[in-house]
């Protein structure tokens, strides 16, 4: 079996370098032991990229099918593996990386509560999600998914909290696992992310353990290029749009010096906002707390607390819409849509 064929325009990208084929070529007549899963006990070797396996065939059968299967057409270790393994231990090889492997046998042999407890590394996540989808493991596609919505939310709300990856490529891979496994309501999420990269990162893709590179399909990085362009004006204009006069009966300065004040930021964050920019999801809280009048030294466009609270309510309303917006700003069709869950508001 082979999670490699050539990739046709379409598809996303995940190649492999030249040492790490011949890697699995010589794989054929060696491996050595993994530091973590080899059990003495075991009675099935998995070899990935020269790696050898040694875990509990019944285990992963009854999980996977696809497993199950493989493990009929498992054939003795070969000879010059023989001192590392008795004869009835056999081996079956795949063409999954070790890393993907060590992955899949922690969330299964781990239990399944262990991704919830331990925190799981973007990267384990990713990798049980492609191994989970590939060998037929519905239940670990479903639980990856639940730990990459943490990252890459189908809600406004969920998305005010959360994570951003360390390395903003890991987008790029978000995006091919939503596609892979037509988990389609973490793509605007996704989607969104990979607009924020540089033009060089997303043609490049990302690449990982110094051989495998995700990189967008050429209909995903069509929709990253229009979708960055729209998300640059939508920004100007979300910025124009916040930073307008205020009708604020609360306000506890006299003379409309608050408006005086925000006008004044208005036209220096407007002008302030670099060419190019387009991360017109984030917030403006902390910038408007600057603001505050009670602020030592006072700011020099100081604003009171209830106007504060009036632009920040704004600045939530407009990214709300933006939000909502995405899927049509990213050219995403209506199934998209109609897997993410609705707004109330
Ligand atoms: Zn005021």
Redesign the pocket.
């Known amino acids: 079996m082979s999670t490699l064929s050539s990739p046709k325009a379409s598809e996303p990208r995940r190649k492999r370098s030249r040492a790490e084929s011949d890697c699995t070529m010589q794989s054929e007549d060696a491996f050595s032991r993994d530091g973590r899963f080899w059990y003495d006990d075991g009675n099935i070797i998995i070899i990935a990229q020269g790696i050898g396996f040694r875990v509990f065939k019944g285990l992963l059968a009854a999980e996977s099918d696809v497993f199950r299967d493989m493990f009929t057409l498992a054939k003795p270790a070969p000879d010059l593996s023989r001192e590392l393994v008795p004869d009835d231990c056999p081996v079956v090889h795949v063409t999954d990386t070790a890393a993907e492997i060590r992955s899949l046998l922690a969330m299964l042999l781990g239990g399944r509560q262990y991704m919830r407890r331990v925190k799981f590394e973007f990267d384990d996540v990713a990798n049980c999600m492609r191994l989970a989808h590939k060998y037929g493991i519905q239940d670990l596609v479903e639980d990856s998914l639940e730990e990459l919505k943490r990252y890459f939310p189908e809600d406004f709300e969920s998305w005010e909290k959360s994570l951003v990856c360390d390395q903003l490529t890991k987008a790029i891979t978000a995006v091919n696992l939503a596609r892979l496994t037509n988990s389609l309501s973490i793509l605007p999420a996704a989607l969104y992310r990979c607009c924020l990269l540089s033009g060089k990162q997303l043609l490049e893709g990302r690449v990982y353990m110094g051989a495998l590179v995700d990189a967008l399909s050429s209909e995903d990085l069509a929709r990253c290029i229009d979708g960055t362009a729209k998300l640059c004006t939508l920004n100007v204009r979300s910025a124009q749009e916040l930073f307008a006069p205020?009708e604020?009966a609360?306000?506890?300065?006299s003379g409309g010096?608050?408006?005086a004040s925000i006008a004044t930021i208005r036209s220096e964050w407007v002008e302030g906002i670099r060419r190019g920019s387009c991360d017109v999801l984030d917030s403006w809280g902390q910038i408007i707390c600057s603001y505050d009048r009670k602020k030592k030294p006072k700011p020099t466009s100081p604003?009171?607390?209830?106007?504060?609270s009036l632009l920040k309510h704004r600045d939530v309303e407009i990214r709300k819409r933006v939000w909502s917006n995405l899927p049509e700003i990213l050219e995403l069709k209506e199934s998209v849509e109609e897997a993410m869950p609705q707004d109330d508001t």
């Open positions: 205020l604020n609360d306000c506890v300065v010096r608050c408006n604003l009171c607390g209830s106007c504060i």
